[in-house]
């Protein structure tokens, strides 16, 4: 449990700042998308721990849970890193 804490406690200022570099004129706005992400990403993960053991799968599921959604989103990371990159003058794709 630490290292989970540790780890979130290096991401999240890391991803803040990166966040701000891509829109420095709507800092507020782009910390406020980051903190609701990371809700939302908990709260998903309590409802797919719930579903699993409300199926009848036992404790032991909610590890396959979250092996699941955490596969979901590496895959929408490699996706998203992998797209053509925006402008960063504009801030347009393509």
């Given at each position: 449990?630490?290292?989970?804490?540790?780890?979130?406690?290096?991401?999240?200022?890391?991803?803040?700042?990166?966040?701000?570099?891509?829109?420095?004129?709507?800092?507020?706005l782009m910390g406020a998308m980051n903190l609701a992400s990371l809700n939302v990403a908990n709260a998903l993960g309590a409802w797919a721990g719930g579903i699993t053991i409300g199926a009848g799968l036992g404790l032991l599921s909610t590890v396959w849970a979250g092996f699941i959604l955490t596969s979901a989103g590496l895959i929408l990371f490699i996706t998203t890193m992998t797209a053509e990159p925006a402008d960063r003058a504009t801030g347009r794709f393509g």
């Amino acid at each position: 449990m630490f290292g989970v804490g540790a780890t979130m406690m290096a991401a999240i200022p890391t991803i803040q700042v990166r966040l701000t570099g891509l829109a420095p004129e709507s800092a507020t706005l782009m910390g406020a998308m980051n903190l609701a992400s990371l809700n939302v990403a908990n709260a998903l993960g309590a409802w797919a721990g719930g579903i699993t053991i409300g199926a009848g799968l036992g404790l032991l599921s909610t590890v396959w849970a979250g092996f699941i959604l955490t596969s979901a989103g590496l895959i929408l990371f490699i996706t998203t890193m992998t797209a053509e990159p925006a402008d960063r003058a504009t801030g347009r794709f393509g």
